[in-house]
């Protein structure tokens, strides 16, 4: 009981580091998605390297996981990308829900890609997942967030898609480092080109904003493994939506932000779609 009590506490400890990691894209102002998401890939691929070092094994990987190894990272560049444009155009804790679509999509995605069965209750949690993500973008083509929050979005897609590869790749005996090295060194070279053509210069405080983006999301990818190792993701995967509330938190104390009531209503649906999931996957393991 007690690792069970650990894994709560790790995942809790995830979700307040991605929370940070979103705080400080946010706080690094007016730069290019595209340079974010080098910097914050980057600190990932030099704490990636020194594990796969450390480990023994070196950077040796399955030749046939490769093309599932470049699907998770294409997916997984694109989930980043679209979630910085939406954490610079919408306030936190949109941007923050809108990305946490993300299992939703994986629902979907393990359907195709893992041959998985999917229960009524699971479909039912995803088209209440996609009812509240509308009450947060808000249709409308006189809404000026339309499209930022059509981008998060996406952003929730990719990431789904590119989680449901890495259990695929678990499955087929990839190690996770080596996933997380592969995926980090992926986005930083697909940046490259991107950044001679179009790098935006930087003061001293918008580079380490991102240095510090990048060093929270290296504290979230290794307290949610940590975070699984201690307990099942069936049991524990929900205390990931914490991150909204940090979001929020954060919304408040550095940008004066409130969600609006419309906001919160469909926090309230994603959130109890996924503890609907969650307590009824449970059951469907005792």
């Known amino acids: ?17 991605f929370s940070l990691m979103s705080l400080f894209v946010k706080l690094s102002g007016d730069l290019p998605s595209i340079q974010k998401s080098f910097f914050r890939n980057f600190v990932a691929v030099i704490f990636a ?33 679209c979630n910085f444009y939406a954490v610079d155009h ?27 069965k999917v229960r009524p209750f699971q479909i039912g949690a995803v088209a209440a997942a996609f ?25 929730g897609f990719g990431a789904g898609i590119a989680y ?38 930087m003061t001293l405080y918008q580079f380490c904003m991102l240095m510090l983006a990048g060093l929270a999301a290296a504290g979230g990818q290794f307290t949610i493994t940590s975070a699984y190792f201690y307990a099942p993701a069936r049991e524990i995967s929900v205390y990931d939506y914490t991150q909204v509330i940090f ?3 954060w919304s408040f104390l550095f940008f004066s932000q409130i969600p609006d009531i419309f906001s919160v209503l469909g926090y309230i649906i994603i959130c109890a779609a996924a503890i609907f999931n969650f307590l009824m996957s449970k059951r469907g393991q005792e």
């Not at 796969?52 to 599932?68: D, I, K």
């Not at 979907?108 to 998985?116: M, R």
């Not at 808000?138 to 339309?146: A, D, G, T, V």
């Open 1 to 17: 009981m007690k690792t069970y009590y650990k894994g709560i506490l790790l995942i809790i400890a995830s979700a307040a580091c």
């Open 49 to 81: 390297a020194v594990l796969l070092v450390r480990s023994g094994e070196g950077f040796s990987f399955q030749r046939r996981n490769l093309p599932f190894l470049i699907m998770r990272s294409a997916f997984g560049t694109l989930g980043i990308l």
């Open 90 to 116: 919408l306030i936190l804790s949109d941007a923050g829900m809108l990305n946490k679509m993300s299992p939703f999509f994986a629902v979907l995605c393990s359907i195709v890609l893992l041959k998985e």
């Open 131 to 155: 009812a509240g993500a509308l009450f947060i973008i808000r249709p409308s083509f006189s809404n000026m967030q339309l499209l930022p929050s059509l981008i998060g979005l996406l952003g």
């Open 164 to 201: 449901a590869t890495v259990r695929f790749l678990g499955q087929r005996g990839e190690r996770g480092p080596f996933v997380v090295f592969f995926f980090s060194a992926f986005s930083c070279l697909f940046c490259v080109p991107f950044l001679l053509t179009g790098y935006e210069p």
């Open 247 to 249: 979001s929020t938190l």
